[in-house]
T-cell receptor, first 113, second 109 residues
Framework: DTEVTQTPKHLVMGMTNKKSLKCEQH?????MYWYKQKAKKPPELMFV???????INESVPSRFSPECPNSSLLNLHLHALQPEDSALYLC????????????FGEGSRLTVL | GIQVEQSPPDLILQEGANSTLRCNFSDSVNNLQWFHQNPWGQLINLFY???GTKQNGRLSATTVATERYSLLYISSSQTTDSGVYFC???????????FGSGTRLQVQP
């Protein structure tokens, strides 16, 4: 069983909707990540939080807004998305950034109509 | 940034066969992981192996950091081994993992 939990597992939204993806870890990790994965491609880094502060933003469009309310929780707020944003969104955590093993949640599969 | 190449890109095996997957990388690293992505998208940790050799059941991995490659061995393959295998390493100057393009494995009964 994964110790990184993502909800929802599936999400369908229109281009005018606002929705959020949620991620929770209970391993005491201080780094959390969002990755995006398109079909038949490797995961691509979107955001990194270290000690609840945003440390890396990979030039992600502002229609994706991350939030880290505390060291165990990571959200990704979605607004005015485009159909090309449909993908598998993966949350991960590690003890610290750049060190230690990375653990992934099961992912949230997003479809934008 | 760091360049990560995996080979072969696709592999079809008969159940019971052995295989070797390779990951080449362009910079020295202190962190390398192998993952298996199952057909439902779950990324499963196989090995955290910045150097040396590790074994876990039918799987083993070897990283030779000085020569900038890592190998994943799968022995006596099973249909449940099907999926995509990724190696991932920290990008130069960044403190997050970058993934190789993956090896897509299909094990046929």
């Amino acid at each position: 069983d994964t110790e990184v939990t993502q909800t929802p597992k599936h999400l369908v939204m229109g281009m005018t909707n606002k929705k959020s993806l949620k991620c929770e870890q209970h391993m005491g990790h201080r780094a959390m990540y969002w990755y995006k994965q398109k079909a038949k491609k490797p995961p691509e880094l979107m955001f990194v939080y270290s000690y609840e502060k945003l440390s890396i933003n990979e030039s992600v469009p502002s229609r994706f807004s991350p939030e880290c309310p505390n060291s165990s929780l990571l959200n990704l707020h979605l607004h005015a998305l485009q159909p090309e944003d449909s993908a598998l969104y993966l949350c991960a955590s590690s003890q610290d950034t750049g060190t230690g093993e990375l653990f992934f949640g099961e992912g949230s599969r997003l479809t934008v109509l | 940034g760091i360049q990560v190449e995996q080979s072969p890109p696709d592999l079809i095996l008969q159940e019971g066969a052995n295989s070797t997957l390779r990951c080449n990388f362009s910079d020295s690293v202190n962190n390398l992981q192998w993952f298996h992505q199952n057909p439902w998208g779950q990324l499963i940790n196989l090995f955290y192996i910045p150097s040396g050799t590790k074994q876990n059941g039918r799987l083993s991995a070897t990283t030779v950091a000085t020569e900038r490659y890592s190998l994943l061995y799968i022995s006596s393959s099973q249909t449940t081994d099907s999926g995509v295998y990724f190696c991932a390493l920290p990008d130069t100057g960044r403190r997050a993992l970058t993934f190789g393009s993956g090896t897509r494995l299909q094990v046929q009964p």
